[in-house]
T-cell receptor
Framework: SQQGEEDPQALSIQEGENATMNCSYK?????LQWYRQNSGRGLVHLIL?????REKHSGRLRVTLDTSKKSSSLLITASRAADTASYFC?????????????FGEGTQLTVNP | NAGVTQTPKFQVLKTGQSMTLQCAQD?????MYWYRQDPGMGLRLIYY???????DKGEVPNGYNVSRLNKREFSLRLESAAPSQTSVYFC?????????????FGPGTRLLVL
């Protein structure tokens, strides 16, 4: 079964607005990662947050992690049409499971020009 | 530096046929993975190889076999294809940074089994 579950499944916003996607997971993790997938392409890594971190920034991306609630959020600020893609969270369990990641089902983001 | 490459890009098989999906990476990564992605779903791990010479089952290994040919190449074989194996297959590799790993993905192979 999927470790991560994204919410919402689909999100449609106007260019310039902020987009927030949420991810919940079930077991303790070592790290949580977000990936983007453009239509018909492979996944591209966006950002990684460790289990002992609460917030991380990268350009227009802001990720938060709440291990007590087993949840994470990805905020994309000042969205652009080029941000249209599917976004997946992936959890890493760390040393005991090697390098494996478990992916959620994704949020489809549409940014309208 | 091509990253992760996959061949073929698209394949149509008849039920019962066999085929091998090829994957290669030029980033000197130790770990490689095979995933499948079905419509509206995330990626599910089929097999992975933590290092050259080792392979392990993932979440959905039934109907598949893998070979880690060398550090660069990791192939996925369908011995007797079934319609349920219609999917998009992604290969990935990862570099280890401490205990965190980010994965680099190939462009995918779209497989249709009739």
């Amino acid at each position: 079964s999927q470790q991560g579950e994204e919410d919402p499944q689909a999100l449609s916003i106007q260019e310039g607005e902020n987009a927030t996607m949420n991810c919940s997971y079930k077991t303790s993790i070592n790290n949580l990662q977000w990936y983007r997938q453009n239509s018909g392409r492979g996944l591209v890594h966006l950002i990684l947050i460790r289990s002992n971190e609460r917030e991380k920034h990268s350009g227009r991306l802001r990720v938060t992690l709440d291990t007590s609630k087993k949840s994470s959020s990805l905020l994309i600020t000042a969205s652009r049409a080029a941000d249209t893609a599917s976004y997946f969270c992936a959890t890493g369990l760390g040393e005991t499971s090697g390098s494996r990641l478990t992916f959620g089902e994704g949020t489809q983001l549409t940014v309208n020009p | 530096n091509a990253g992760v490459t996959q061949t073929p890009k698209f394949q149509v098989l008849k039920t019962g046929q066999s085929m091998t999906l090829q994957c290669a990476q030029d980033m000197n990564h130790n770990s490689m993975y095979w995933y499948r992605q079905d419509p509206g779903m995330g990626l599910r791990l089929i097999y992975y190889s933590a290092s050259e010479g080792t392979t392990d089952k993932g979440e959905v290994p039934n109907g598949y076999n893998v070979s880690r040919l060398n550090k660069r190449e990791f192939s996925l074989r369908l011995e007797s294809a079934a319609p349920s194996q219609t999917s998009v297959y992604f290969c990935a590799s990862s570099a280890r940074t401490g205990s965190q790993e980010t994965q680099y993905f190939g462009p995918g192979t779209r497989l249709l089994v009739l």
